[in-house]
């Protein structure tokens, strides 16, 4: 929008004074403006169809974890990761996931490269305390579940 507001300012700016100048055609003015607010918004379509359904995946997931099934979980984030690689809360789903399967390991992993990217997700770190007194390890900085 913003783009056609300024070009629709340049055509009105570009007078010279003195010189009496015959109108434009309004048809032309107005079909410039609206093909550059198509092309703005074309421009930025993409990114916002893209960022919504990053989000959709994500609650997909989370639901389907809640409700207790990793297996159906597990694409939804892989494909959120493809989206937005190293999101933080797509990382932390995906060891929520890995850790309801009982891969502990990728789990950890996954986890513990939540926390790397955000080191104040807490959600990652209640899951990696949880992993770790499940395994009978206990760390002094980790929150508890």
Do not use: C, Y
């Not at 913003?2 to 007078?15: D, G, Q, Y």
């Not at 421009?43 to 960022?51: G, H, I, N, V, Y």
């Amino acid at each position: 929008m913003p783009l056609a507001a300024l070009a629709l300012i340049a055509f009105r700016v570009r007078r010279e004074p003195g010189v009496v100048r015959r109108p434009r055609p309004r048809a032309r003015v107005i079909a410039v403006f609206a093909s550059l607010l198509v092309l703005g918004l074309a421009l930025r379509l993409p990114s916002a169809r893209r960022a919504r359904d990053f989000e959709t995946l994500l609650r997909r997931a989370a639901g389907e974890l809640v409700a207790g099934r990793p297996d159906t979980a597990l694409p939804s984030l892989e494909v959120a990761l493809e989206l937005r690689p190293g999101h933080s809360e797509a990382l932390w789903l995906l060891g929520w996931a890995e850790l309801q399967k009982g891969n502990r390991s990728q789990a950890r992993l996954r986890l513990q490269e939540a926390l790397a990217r955000r080191p104040d997700s807490v959600e990652a770190a209640r899951l990696l305390a949880l992993l770790d007194r499940q395994e009978g390890k206990r760390r002094a900085d980790a929150p508890l579940p």
